[in-house]
């Protein structure tokens, strides 16, 4: 929703210091809008990952805004996915409605272990 994403907009980019020059994984994109403000702040590169069709439409999004070069949006679960890099900062909407549905906790989880760098961030914390 419209207010949801202007806040993290807006906490991105009043953080950009610990995204610009980064390596950013965004669990659970959806439609790829926290990647792209993570490539505005000046993320090096962004993977951006989700299970369902919706990763085909962010391919999209990102292609319209011309960033490609930056996101890379992958089309899988991120038990699955392979990512040739280590990640310095892992964002995602991970608490779902209600901290109950669409809940990414177990997948950021995941993805912490495997694939964020010692001293690494989570965001939102």
């Known amino acids: 929703d419209h207010v949801r994403t202007n806040t993290y907009r807006n906490a991105i980019m009043h953080h950009k210091d610990l995204i ?8 659970g994109c959806g439609t ?3 990647s792209i403000f993570c490539a505005f702040a ?12 919706i990763a085909l439409q962010a391919m999209e999004i990102v292609r319209e805004n011309e ?15 392979e990512i040739e890099e280590k990640v310095d900062v892992i964002i995602s909407e991970w608490m779902g409605y209600m901290l109950l549905y669409e809940s ?10 495997k694939w964020l760098k010692p001293g690494g961030l989570i965001l939102p914390s």
Request: a negative charge.
């Open 32 to 34: 790829g809008v926290l």
């Open 20 to 27: 610009s020059g980064k390596v950013v994984l965004d669990v």
């Open 67 to 81: 960033l490609s070069d930056k996101v890379i949006v992958l089309h899988g679960r991120i038990e699955d996915v």
């Open 104 to 113: 990414m906790l177990g997948s950021v989880i995941f993805a912490r272990d």
């Open 42 to 53: 000046g993320a090096t590169r962004v993977y951006a990952v989700d299970a369902s069709d």
